[in-house]
């Protein structure tokens, strides 16, 4: 079964300076879809990036890019300028072609002013 | 357009008695999936359908707990009888169905307190 290991269960970056939320998973597959979340305190989970893992360039919006790393099987999310309203839970997640969306447990980002 | 909708959004129950939630997915998604968050084991999916058949419900706890997609513009998530161990977010998430790259989209969740 696949897993999504976020190793940082808390972060904490200064307005306007740029963080990065780690996220590894293990998988046996070669295609597959790599997806960031951002929970904030109303509790809807919002997409911020998606990555195909068949392509090799780094997906990006806006101030959210990510650094995937296929063979590593790692996918952090850089925040470049944060802002006060980044400050959520931020969910990777892995989803297999069986269509499974798995999450890892999740990094509390706080931006302090 | 609408989003996926969720309701209730919040609700307090009593040990024993039934909760039902319900989900009404973006129009045109025909992959449906539920999801329960808890603080200590995240968010584990529960199950999910692919037009209205039920593909995976390995993650459904226990007979308690029972799931339907009637149509494509509805499904319920039951749990009867209802334990204070439930008490958790209830996400339910929508996407285009043939291809796993499709986005997940999530309603806004559905917190029940089961006291």
């Known amino acids: 079964a696949q897993t999504v290991t976020q190793s940082q269960p808390e972060m904490s970056v200064q307005e306007a300076e740029t963080v990065t939320l780690s996220c590894t998973y293990d998988?046996?597959?070669?295609?597959?879809?790599l997806f960031w979340y951002k929970q904030p305190p109303s509790r809807q989970m919002i997409l911020v990036i998606r990555?195909?893992?068949?392509?090799?360039q780094n997906a990006t919006e806006n101030r959210f890019s990510v650094n995937f790393q296929k063979a590593a099987k790692s996918f952090s999310l850089k925040i470049s300028d944060s802002q006060l309203g980044d400050a959520a839970m931020y969910f990777c997640?892995?989803?297999?072609?069986?269509?499974?969306?798995?999450f890892g447990q999740g990094t509390r980002l706080t931006i302090n002013p | 357009d609408a989003g996926v909708i969720q309701s209730p959004r919040h609700e307090v129950t009593e040990m024993g008695q039934e909760v039902t939630l319900r989900c009404k997915p973006i129009?045109?998604?025909?992959?449906l999936f539920w999801y329960r968050q808890t603080m200590m084991r995240g968010l584990e999916l529960l199950i999910y359908?692919?037009?209205?058949?039920?593909?995976?419900d390995s993650g459904m706890p226990e007979d308690r707990f029972s799931a339907k997609m009637p149509n494509a513009s509805f499904s319920t998530l039951k749990i009867q009888p209802s334990e204070p161990r439930d008490s958790a977010v209830y996400f339910c998430?929508?996407?285009?169905?043939?291809?796993?790259?499709?986005?997940?989209?999530f309603g806004e969740g559905s917190w029940l307190t089961v006291v």
């Open positions: 997640a892995y989803r297999s072609l069986t269509q499974k969306l798995v």
């Open positions: 998988t046996s597959e070669s295609d597959y879809y």
């Open positions: 990555q195909e893992a068949y392509k090799q």
């Open positions: 129009s045109g998604h025909n992959s």
């Open positions: 359908f692919n037009n209205n058949v039920p593909i995976d």
């Open positions: 998430g929508t996407a285009p169905g043939g291809t796993a790259g499709n986005t997940i989209y």
